[in-house]
Nanobody
Framework: HVQLVESGGGSVQAGGSLRLSCSVSGFPYSRYCMAWFRQTPGKEREGVADIDDDGITNYADSVKGRFTVSQDNANYTVYLQMNSLKPEDTAMYYC????????????????????WGQGTQVTVSS
């Protein structure tokens, strides 16, 4: 079974940084798209960033220049480095995986992802 477990969330002041981690197990595929989504209560889940097996990334316009997605293939871990955090970044952040390539130019919708983690809360205060 595929399992994704997020960690690294917490509370931080505006302008601060956090690094989220997604530990992946049971995913024996060479072709994949790993992604970060976020969701605020009462709002739809939105894509934040993704990365494919070639290390190619996509970002939401709202986080470009502030967030960086990366992966450690040896440890089967995906990261989301979040800098210059803003109150509007406050959300539950989810890690997701798909058995396909990411899109070459834009984020894939949540419906493309088969596997999801439980989420980790990020709260940014002003």
């Amino acid at each position: 079974h595929v399992q994704l477990v997020e960690s690294g969330g917490g509370s931080v002041q505006a302008g601060g940084s956090l690094r989220l981690s997604c530990s992946v197990s049971g995913f024996p595929y060479s072709r994949y798209c790993m992604a970060w989504f976020r969701q605020t209560p009462g709002k739809e889940r939105e894509g934040v960033a993704d990365i494919d097996d070639d290390g190619i990334t996509n970002y939401a316009d709202s986080v470009k220049g502030r967030f960086t997605v990366s992966q450690d293939n040896a440890n089967y871990t995906v990261y989301l480095q979040m800098n210059s955090l803003k109150p509007e970044d406050t959300a539950m952040y989810y890690c997701a995986a798909a058995r396909s390539y990411c899109h070459s130019r834009r984020l894939l919708p949540a419906t493309n992802f088969e596997y999801w983690g439980q989420g980790t809360q990020v709260t940014v205060s002003s």
